[in-house]
Structures are given as structure tokens and as C-alpha cells.
């Protein structure tokens, strides 16, 4: 969910750093990484997420970020050994100093034509200066 389109040129630019900074992984899913119901496991699906989200919202600032929060994470279908999921990561708000990032794993048969959505989370970053102290996330340039 993008921020509010408005008139506001800062808006314009926001938005358009915004669609920049989509990130977007695929994953293979090994027996190595599954659990005893041969699904994929649910931290490595957290660990994924996380990192994609860190892709997009470094793309977005370019400034050092740390992980604050996660929100909620929904595991609405079980992602199975022998498939493939792809996770993507999209800015849904920028504060002061921090940020939102929106995160979706879709899974995906290798072998037919069909895709899921399967997790969704949203996690927040915070810039952080040399002396990791919380600093502006975006300043128009």
C-alpha cells in the first residue's frame, strides 16, 4: 500500500523512491530448510523477510537501517519442500527517522502454472548515524 498520492512535491518524490525500492527474491525450497511436515520452516521465512525488507528499505534511504519491530506475521498457507517462493518487499510509510516495509512470500509449483500468497508481514526500520543514533530516513535532495 503506497503512501497517499498528493500534490505536494515532496509526495511526488517519496512516491517515486518508493516504487524504486521494491525488492524481490526468489527462493528454491530444499528439504534443508524445512521442517518435519517438510514445509518450509517459519524462521527461515522470518529471516527472508527480514532481509528483503532491509533490501527495500535501504534502496529506499541509502543510510545504515536497523530491524525496530515486526508486526504481525500472518501464515495463511504452508510453503512445501520441492517449490518455489518469492518474496517482495515494498515501503508502505516513511516517518522522521523510520520506516515501514510491507513484505508478501507468494508460493509457487515449479513444475505448473500456479501461485499463492502464503505469508505477510510488515516490518519497521530506523536510520541510524555513525554513532547509532536514529537520524533522518529521507531528505529530498
Not at 508486526?71 to 517462493?85: C, M, N, T, V, Y
Not at 505448473?112 to 529530498?140: C, L, M, S, Y
Amino acid at each position: 500500500m503506497p503512501l497517499t498520492q498528493t500534490s505536494d512535491p515532496r509526495s511526488d518524490a517519496i512516491n517515486k523512491r518508493i516504487k524504486h525500492s521494491e525488492a524481490r527474491v526468489i527462493k528454491a525450497i530444499f528439504p534443508s530448510i524445512t521442517n518435519h511436515h517438510n514445509t518450509l520452516f517459519g524462521g527461515e521465512a522470518l529471516a527472508w523477510m527480514d532481509e528483503t525488507a532491509f533490501i527495500a528499505a535501504t534502496r529506499f534511504c541509502r543510510k545504515p537501517l536497523v530491524t525496530v519491530s515486526s508486526d504481525r506475521i500472518d501464515f495463511k498457507k504452508a510453503i512445501p519442500a520441492g517449490s518455489l517462493a518469492e518474496i517482495i518487499a515494498n515501503v508502505i510509510h516513511v516517518g522522521n527517522t523510520s520506516l515501514k516495509v510491507e513484505v508478501n512470500i507468494f508460493v509457487e509449483d515449479m513444475y505448473k502454472d500456479h501461485r499463492e500468497h502464503a505469508i505477510r508481514g510488515v516490518f519497521t526500520f530506523v536510520a541510524v548515524d555513525d554513532n547509532r543514533q536514529p537520524t533522518k530516513v529521507w531528505t529530498q535532495e
